[in-house]
């Protein structure tokens, strides 16, 4: 069966992983208050809710907006040349709510979108994959990985902080050929 997304678990080494987590988590990674968490478009979804989070844009168009991005890229063997945007992307905990935030794209050019898990919590991210809508849970290094033509969201964490970062793409970023049909992306 063919599918259009691929999740991959302990992406980085556990040291790497650890490392990652505690530097985001740590007192001096700066972290940017967003009021919303996509760009509000209209009537939603019962099922959607927009939500306060904080981001930090480590790249973005050829913006450097932490030098630090090259030296992750290194860790995740991802090409440089092909990156468009790299973003760190965090939700405090909301127990009283069970909604996900609303489907979106990442960007309306053809491009791919991996999302790395940075620590365990819950929050899963929801995939709207021509197999149906696929959930994948966070955990702490794990990547998923799908063309960016496909809407995507996540529900709203429960407990503890959902700390993410998001790639996108101009061009499969993993070695080999892509494992799926591009739907759309280069």
């Not at 960007?107 to 790395?116: A, E, G, L, Q």
């Not at 709207?128 to 955990?139: A, D, K, N, Y």
């Not at 970062?165 to 101009?170: A, D, E, L, R, S």
Request: net charge negative; aromatic share 12%; glycine share 6%.
């Amino acid at each position: 069966m063919t599918t259009d997304y691929l999740v991959v678990d302990d992406y980085l080494t556990p040291a790497q992983a650890d490392e990652l987590e505690k530097l985001m988590f740590g007192n001096y990674f700066p972290w940017y208050f967003l009021d919303n968490t996509t760009t509000p478009e209209g009537t939603r979804d019962p099922n959607e809710v927009e939500c306060p989070m904080f981001v930090h844009n480590l790249y973005f168009e050829g913006a450097v907006n932490n030098p630090g991005y090259q030296q992750m890229l290194r860790e995740f063997r991802f090409d440089p040349a092909i990156l468009t945007r790299m973003k760190a992307n965090m939700l405090l905990a909301r127990p009283s709510e069970s909604r996900h935030t609303p489907f979106h794209v990442d960007r309306v050019d053809p491009h791919y979108t991996v999302i790395y898990y940075v620590n365990e919590s819950d929050g899963a991210t929801l995939i709207q994959s021509g197999q149906g809508q696929i959930l994948v849970e966070p955990r702490k290094g794990r990547i998923v990985l799908f063309s960016g033509a496909l809407k995507h969201a996540n529900y709203l964490p429960a407990r503890g902080s959902r700390c993410v970062i998001n790639f996108n793409f101009q061009a499969y970023p993993l070695p080999g050929e892509p494992p799926f049909p591009s739907g759309g992306s280069p």
